[in-house]
């Protein structure tokens, strides 16, 4: 756990990393760890499960996201539901490759179109670079294994059904979680 989360001044937000397969095909091999975040229901008398959060992007940060949708946009649900936000594989505080960028010098070109193509080329030539470095992990980059992360944070959790908000990309996770567990959805 990294030492500035949750925020200083945040009370609520419980924080762990969860241990997963790199690969659910070989589910024994390579393993990788999730950030993930939880803030309790403001109402335990009347909790009936967790509520799971998956951003837009993809590669967007997630972690810090429940304490600000429990006291925002999603108060209601808070009550009843303990929030969970995570950092999908390959950002934010979970495992992810590093990769610096060399400089870019732009070159000069008598148009516009071709500056952003030789922009483009370099981008490229660092992506194939920076994926060339694990090209494993990378492949397991995909929509359904970050599903798959999401059921392996329901089981972490003890819980036999989660609910769940998606927005922008998220919706994506969400599909490809109703699809592979659909007994496992409350609501959505």
Sequence with gaps: MAKDWPEKDDTRTECA???VPMDYANPQGRKIKIAVSRTKAT???KRRGVLVHSPGGPGLVNVDAPLSLAEKGLRSLATDHDVIGFDPRGVGYSDKIECRESPYEEQPAPTE???EKAFFDYQEKENRRCT????????QLTTANIARDVDSIRAALGESKISFFGVSYGTAVGANYRSLFDDRVDRM
Excluded: I
Aim: glycine letters at 6%; a neutral charge.
């Design 132 to 139: 060339a470095t694990d090209s494993a992990f990378v492949r």
């Design 43 to 45: 109402d335990p008398g």
């Design 113 to 115: 179109k071709e500056r």
């Design 17 to 19: 990393m969860l241990t």
